[in-house]
């Protein structure tokens, strides 16, 4: 069975940091792309960033960019997301996703599985 468990979530203070990890288990993704996605109280999830299965290509929300790096390591089964610069807008529950695909993509609906989601809290 497949399971995606992210982890590093939490509280932080507007200008902090935070990493997020998420572990793959029961099969190898690292021929297949994965996201991260995010969605606050009220509104759709949305796509944060994505990365190929070499993890050669990554991609990025406009929202996001400068500000967040997504990475893997496949020996691991794992990517990340390390957070900097963090704003109150960043303020969601934050969701690891992978696709049976090597190319990452923008839309949540290409996506096979998804992780649980960790919350990460911006305060002003």
């Known amino acids: 069975q497949v399971q995606l468990v992210e982890s590093g979530g939490g509280l932080v203070q507007a200008g902090g940091s935070l990493r997020l990890s998420c572990a793959a288990s029961?099969?190898?993704?690292?021929?297949?792309?994965m996201g991260w996605f995010r969605q606050a109280p009220g509104k759709e999830r949305e796509f944060v960033a994505a990365i190929s299965g070499s993890g050669g290509i990554t991609d990025y929300a406009d929202s996001v960019k400068g500000r967040f790096t997504i990475s893997r390591d496949n020996a691991k089964n794992t990517q990340y997301l390390q957070m900097n610069s963090l704003k109150p807008e960043d303020t969601a529950g934050y969701y690891c996703a992978a696709r049976r695909a090597f190319i990452g993509s923008y839309y949540s609906t290409e996506y096979d599985y998804w992780g649980q989601g960790t919350q990460v809290t911006v305060s002003s």
């Open positions: 029961g099969r190898t993704f690292s021929h297949n792309a």
